[in-house]
Nanobody, 123 residues
Framework: QVQLVESGGGSVQAGGSLRLSCTAS????????MAWFRQAPGKDREFVAR????????NVVDSVKGRFTVSRDNAKRTGYLQMNSLKPEDTAVYYC????????????????WGQGTQVTVSS
């Protein structure tokens, strides 16, 4: 089992920045992929970014490319989502998720989830 605890959400004006953190505990040595998803009111939970725990390769959705960066600190068992140039349409609850699979992409392939953190961007 893996437990994930998120932090770093908040309210910012458009153009501002936030950094989300996700710290893993438990059976962390088996984590292969950590990902970030978000869910806006009335919408489905959507993929934002993911990072391979070993090697550090990353993927981000086109809508945040060039603005969001995903990273991790293996020693701290913590993943990060740096969000710059935030837009009102980025407003959502952001979730981190972890998988033992290196090929995990969709939300259904991540068995472990953080509690979610609210990000609100005002215009």
């Amino acid at each position: 089992q893996v437990q994930l605890v998120e932090s770093g959400g908040g309210s910012v004006q458009a153009g501002g920045s936030l950094r989300l953190s996700c710290t893993a505990s438990g059976r962390t040595f088996s984590i292969e992929t950590m990902a970030w998803f978000r869910q806006a009111p009335g919408k489905d939970r959507e993929f934002v970014a993911r990072i391979r725990w070993s090697g550090g390769s990353t993927n981000v959705v086109d809508s945040v490319k060039g603005r969001f960066t995903v990273s991790r600190d293996n020693a701290k068992r913590t993943g990060y989502l740096q969000m710059n140039s935030l837009k009102p349409e980025d407003t959502a609850v952001y979730y981190c998720a972890a998988s033992y699979s290196a090929a995990a992409w969709s939300r259904y392939e991540y068995p472990y989830w953080g509690q979610g953190t609210q990000v609100t961007v005002s215009s």
